[in-house]
């Protein structure tokens, strides 16, 4: 008899239920290696589209193609056994019509094995998230700063300082919740619109640069890891810092290699020890 114990990978329902319970806890995941030392600690992996910033080196994330996000969600998906795997849906895949979403969905779902995807958006995209709810898609809606709408933001800016951006914001989390989604991403919102919509919606809200409020949080591996430094938000805390410790090693890996120190005979096939 095997004494494996298989343990069960966390559904969207019981992402859905911890609304108002322990906080969740999110991280982005983009490659197998990572996704194998997350996948114990998180309760979702999030395959972000911030992986056109953070691992192809673009500008904004409206570069990433459909294409990217599956390869990176397959990897995510096949090392990963535990954590609810949630992938992006990237600028341009589901903005189009309600049809056109749940195309593009339904494939990087097929394609990828993942529990369920996200989409950016709020009113706007609350008949988009019906259709794919009804149609067995399970949406992790994203509102307050859209980093797909940077062009039409005028930049990254914290959201709801005004009374009607704060209004805008918590229709948004009302339409989409209304509309069926399981969780809401909320990014860059100041804390008073976090903590209100918070309490007012019934699914579980992740912030980022949202507030403690918020029911759980998502922060960028990379950031969270010191590995990306082009610019750092005012709501990244870094838990580490591993670029000395990557440039530490490689720079001895060089120095061996051109002192013909490595490979040395452990390394090598039929290398009399000496
Ligand atoms: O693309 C991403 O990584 C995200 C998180 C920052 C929430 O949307």
Do not use: W
Not at 89 to 101: I, L, N, R, V
Not at 216 to 229: C, T
């Amino acid at each position: 008899m095997s004494t494996e114990i298989r343990i069960k990978r966390i559904t969207t329902r019981d992402i859905r239920a911890r609304k108002g319970a322990e906080p969740l806890v999110v991280l982005t995941a983009y490659t197998a290696p990572i996704a194998r030392l997350l996948d114990p600690v998180c309760d979702i992996l999030l395959v972000g589209d911030s992986l056109g910033m953070v691992v192809y080196g673009m500008e904004t994330t409206l570069g990433v193609t459909l294409d990217m996000m599956i390869n990176h969600g397959k990897a995510v998906v096949r090392s990963s056994s535990k954590a609810c795997v949630v992938v992006d849906m990237p600028f341009g895949s589901y903005q189009e019509s309600k049809e056109q979403a749940f195309r593009n969905c339904a494939r990087v779902m097929a394609e990828t094995g993942c529990a369920a995807i996200k989409l950016e958006g709020g009113r706007e995209l609350a008949e988009t998230i019906r259709f794919l709810v009804d149609r067995g898609i399970p949406v992790m809606a994203h509102i307050g700063l859209k980093p797909q709408a940077v062009h039409a933001a005028g930049g990254f800016r914290a959201q709801g300082r005004l009374d009607a951006e704060a209004e805008a914001i918590r229709a948004d989390a009302r339409a989409i919740t209304e509309a069926g989604a399981f969780s809401v991403v909320v990014e860059g919102t100041v804390e008073p619109v976090s903590r209100a919509l918070s309490a007012e919606i019934g699914i579980p809200t992740i912030g980022i640069g949202a507030s403690p409020a918020c029911d759980g949080q998502v922060l960028v591996i990379d950031d969270v890891l010191g590995l990306f430094d082009d610019f750092t938000p005012k709501f990244v805390k870094r838990y580490a810092d591993l670029r000395p410790l990557i440039t530490q090693a490689v720079e001895t890996y060089a120095a061996e290699v051109k002192a013909r120190t490595f490979p040395g005979p452990d390394h090598c096939f039929g290398m009399p020890k000496k």
